[in-house]
């Protein structure tokens, strides 16, 4: 097996690699405009399919096998497979093309150069981590006869919506993998790398109480709502933000009209837990609540969906070899451990080390300002070549 050449802090090889990925700056941009102009809601899978099927066809043209895996409700989830030295084992680059914008987002929200900086939806979270892997896996073909490994790239289109239909498919691609590395955003401008994610979930509390008319029957009736209200109260209780655990009752509903009252009540509960041994202990408690008014009845659907990713050993290891690599371009490469989860929660969660933001440099997610800086993108796109061929 041909190995990658040996380089230390003065190896010119990664300057001049730098250097190649800088002179394909504007095109990067280009790529990236082109991706993030083909809007694709997660909810909206005819427009999903259409970014799929282009993307597709981008892949390909490098030498790529690309498979649509179908999905009923959302977008067809994407696999390109690119065939290397089969006596090492694959590497799997992992991301997502849905977004959170609606159709016609553009409209008001119009992708654009403003000085350093690429607006537009999508752009950071995450279109140009897409392109970042098209661009690191071109510029390894064009390096070598052959790649160091098999690498195949997995981009689904309903992570943002918590990825029913293509979790299957990542945890099974990852198990088949040495090491995973995520292209979703980089933690904050200073570029870190996320080597630690809290897990996510989510609690439905239901309550059922008694109906009646809130003026001529007011004492015949048992609120939802009340008892609701003192549930949401309990419930915050919960929240442990000194090991990690944070509780969140964002949504509530319930009631008919003012006169009335209320026989139904909900509460949608967002749920982080920094360790995966704090998931079982956290779901007992919420099934454990019990009604303050015996008239009333109380139902809990939901759980945690996303594991923790933990630093481990593993993830170690690599944040490690990225270091090293970011040290050959006299870059101080940080680590974050961030709140939100990714689709990197789930294969870190069956164990295959994983490295998480490795994508675009910006700010603003899922906001009107999103930007990703476009400085940043030739050493984030040299950093996953180098990862690909030091996993």
Request: aromatic share 6%; proline share 4%.
């Amino acid at each position: 097996m041909k190995k990658a050449p040996r380089t230390h802090a003065s190896d010119p090889v990664w300057r001049d690699r730098l250097r190649y990925f800088k002179s394909r700056q504007d095109a990067m941009v280009q790529t990236i405009r082109s991706f993030v102009e083909i809007e694709s809601p997660s909810d909206n899978k005819q427009a999903a399919d259409r970014m799929g099927a282009f993307l597709a066809g981008t892949f390909e043209a490098i030498g790529g096998k690309a498979h649509l895996h179908h999905a009923a409700d959302f977008g067809d989830n994407l696999q390109i497979d690119f065939p290397g030295r089969e006596n090492s084992k694959r590497v799997l680059l992992l991301g997502h093309f849905d977004t959170v914008y609606p159709l016609g987002t553009l409209a008001n929200m119009p992708c654009r150069v403003n000085g350093s900086r690429l607006h537009g939806p999508g752009v950071l979270d995450m279109k140009s981590g897409v392109a970042l892997m098209l661009y690191a896996m071109e510029a390894l073909k064009s390096w070598r006869k052959e790649l160091p490994r098999p690498v195949t790239v997995f981009l689904v289109s309903d992570e943002e919506v918590g990825s029913s239909s293509s979790r299957k498919m990542t945890e099974a691609l990852a198990r088949e993998s040495a090491a995973v590395f995520v292209l979703e955003p980089a933690a904050g401008t200073r570029g870190a790398v996320k080597t630690a994610r809290k897990g996510v979930g989510d609690y439905t509390l239901t309550v059922k109480g008694v109906a009646a008319h809130a003026g001529l029957d007011p004492g015949k009736g048992h609120s939802a709502i009340i008892e609701l209200a003192r549930q949401i109260t309990s419930i915050s209780q919960l929240n442990d933000l000194q090991h990690g655990i944070s509780v969140n009752p964002g949504v509530i509903r319930g009631g008919t009209r003012t006169n009335v009252i209320a026989a139904e009540a909900s509460a949608e509960i967002d749920v982080r837990i920094k360790q995966a041994k704090q998931a079982a202990g956290l779901d007992r408690k919420f099934r454990a609540l019990k009604p303050y008014d015996k008239r009333c009845t109380l139902t809990i659907e939901g759980g945690i969906n996303r594991l923790p990713m933990e630093r481990t050993a593993g993830v170690a290891a690599l944040y490690k070899k990225a270091q090293s690599i970011a040290t050959q371009l006299d870059w101080k490469l940080e680590e974050a451990a961030v709140g939100g989860g990714s689709d990197g929660n789930f294969t870190a969660g069956i164990g295959i080390p994983t490295l998480d933001g490795m994508g675009g440099v910006g700010e603003g997610a899922h906001a009107v300002h999103e930007h990703i800086l476009v400085d940043e993108l030739p050493r984030r796109a040299l950093l996953l070549a180098g990862m690909i061929e030091s996993a």
